[in-house]
Nanobody
Framework: QVQLVESGGGLVQAGGSLRLSCAAS????????VGWFRQAPGKEREFVAA???????TYYDSVKGRFTISRDNAKNTVYLQMSSLKPEDTAVYYC????????????????WGQGTQVTVSS
């Protein structure tokens, strides 16, 4: 069982930066892939970025070059560094975990956090 807690969301102006954290419980966190997803009001949840248990990264096209996902297994934490934020990045951001390999499909993740709100003003 893995429990996930997101933090770091908030209100930022366009062009600004935020770093989201996803803190996980469990002694086997290093064997899990973690994905970040987001959901804006009235829209479906969409993939943002993911990192495999080996540290391989994948990104949604619209965030490439602006967002960076990383992990610190010693701290059981995955980070999402977001830069050059745009109003269209406004959403609730969720982290999710599954064993070993990352995926862009939300349905393939077994564990989810409660989400953290990111609001980017123009």
């Amino acid at each position: 069982q893995v429990q996930l807690v997101e933090s770091g969301g908030g209100l930022v102006q366009a062009g600004g930066s935020l770093r989201l954290s996803c803190a996980a419980s469990g002694r086997t966190f290093g064997s899990y892939a973690v994905g970040w997803f987001r959901q804006a009001p009235g829209k479906e949840r969409e993939f943002v970025a993911a990192i495999s248990f080996l540290g391989d990264n994948t990104y949604y096209d619209s965030v490439k070059g602006r967002f960076t996902i990383s992990r610190d297994n010693a701290k059981n934490t995955v980070y999402l560094q977001m830069s050059s934020l745009k109003p269209e990045d406004t959403a609730v951001y969720y982290c999710a975990a599954r064993s070993y390999r990352s995926s862009w499909r939300a349905g393939e993740y077994d564990y989810w956090g409660q989400g953290t709100q990111v609001t980017v003003s123009s």
